[in-house]
């Protein structure tokens, strides 16, 4: 069973940088072998997927966070370097994991079948 634990969320003004951590445990033949990726959601408003990274190291973005946003992966851990911020990106986030073998790993269509309990990133 895995489980993700999210860290590094906060507020910031528009402009500036944050980066999120997501630490995971509980993998079959660890993390490399996972679809690792971040979601997020505003109230009111379906989950957004918006990075992703493949067990080759591949990765692949929502348009509107490419260039801005980088997803990397050491370890156990995978992380989201947030820069530029705009007010637009202010929701919470959720690291997120599915089995990569056999399923496609994209930020617009994949299903994760495992989510960390999110942070909030607010950008003013």
């Known amino acids: 069973h895995v489980q993700l634990v999210e860290s590094g969320g906060g507020s910031v003004q528009a402009g500036g940088s944050l980066r999120l951590s997501c630490s995971g445990t509980?993998?079959?033949?660890?993390?490399?072998?996972?679809?690792m990726g971040w979601v997020r959601q505003v109230p009111s408003k379906q989950r957004e997927g918006i990075a992703v990274?493949?067990?080759?190291?591949a990765t692949k973005y929502l348009g509107s966070v490419k260039g801005r946003f980088t997803i990397s992966r050491d370890g156990a851990n995978i992380y989201l370097q947030m820069n530029n911020l705009k007010p637009e990106d202010t929701a919470t986030y959720y690291c997120?994991?599915?089995?990569?073998?056999?399923?496609?790993?994209?930020?617009?269509?994949?299903?994760?079948?495992?989510w960390g309990a999110g942070t909030q990133v607010t950008v003013s």
């Open positions: 509980g993998f079959i033949y660890g993390m490399y072998r996972y679809c």
């Open positions: 990274i493949n067990t080759s190291g």
């Open positions: 997120a994991a599915h089995w990569n073998a056999g399923r496609t790993c994209d930020p617009s269509s994949s299903r994760f079948d495992d």
